[in-house]
T-cell receptor
Framework: GQQVMQIPQYQHVQEGEDFTTYCNSS?????IQWYKQRPGGHPVFLIQ?????EVKKQKRLTFQFGEAKKNSSLHITATQTTDVGTYFC???????????FGTGTRLQVFP | NAGVTQTPKFQVLKTGQSMTLQCAQD?????MSWYRQDPGMGLRLIHY???????DQGEVPNGYNVSRSTTEDFPLRLLSAAPSQTSVYFC??????????????FGQGTRLTVV
């Protein structure tokens, strides 16, 4: 079945350092979405990638979709304490109608 | 706009009890879904619906029932609660498109403890 894995599971960084989380699928992804969940909160949508090789930026966040549409990454430049939370990727499969989430990467930023 | 409203926010059940988690959205979204979140396990899909009268199983459907009689509401029923169902439950909704679902909006979550 559909499996979406994320690495690392957990990372802590010093404020100002960069951070990257990787999303890998056992099957070809339809579209990929990224969400952020603050501690104690609910997931909040960040962005959607649709095309093979697509790259999108939101201020310090850079999102990439792999050429083969089997992986994606989120890179944060110069982390801030406000970046703390868990980052999830999700596959929006138009074949199965399911929205399947990755296992998530929990980011801790120390000042 | 209220968005996605989940009730209750907290619940303690005894093993064997049944209950319904409520979810309502006011955005006229076709797609609604229920997830459970456990430490280290991410968000796992329980059941989902692509429209009124249509429901289907997700990754972990056992022990849960759903129905979708209206576009707005998508309740989740625990038939006979077990300690393994202790978790945080999220309801989500989105539009459906030919290229896949649009961004999902989540409720605030229900923290359920089964003792």
């Amino acid at each position: 079945g559909q499996q979406v894995m994320q690495i690392p599971q957990y990372q802590h960084v010093q404020e100002g350092e960069d951070f990257t989380t990787y999303c890998n699928s056992s099957t070809t992804l339809s579209n990929i979405q990224w969400y952020k969940q603050r501690p104690g909160g609910h997931p909040v949508f960040l962005i959607q990638l649709v095309k093979s090789g697509e790259v999108k930026k939101q201020k310090r966040l850079t999102f990439q979709f792999g050429e083969a549409k089997k992986n994606s990454s989120l890179h944060i430049t110069a982390t801030q304490t406000t970046d703390v939370g868990t980052y999830f990727c999700a596959d929006t499969s138009y074949n199965t109608d399911k929205l399947i989430f990755g296992t998530g990467t929990r980011l801790q930023v120390f000042p | 706009n209220a968005g996605v409203t989940q009730t209750p926010k907290f619940q303690v059940l005894k093993t064997g009890q049944s209950m319904t988690l409520q979810c309502a959205q006011d955005m006229n979204h076709e797609y609604m879904s229920w997830y459970r979140q456990d430490p280290g396990m991410g968000l796992r899909l329980i059941h989902y619906s692509v429209g009124a009268g249509i429901t289907d199983q997700g990754e972990v459907p056992n022990g849960y029932n759903v129905s979708r009689s209206t576009t707005e509401d998508f309740p989740l029923r625990l038939l006979s609660a077990a300690p393994s169902q202790t978790s945080v439950y999220f309801c989500a909704s989105s539009y459906r498109r030919a290229t896949g679902n649009t961004e999902a909006f989540f409720g605030q979550g229900t923290r359920l403890t089964v003792v």
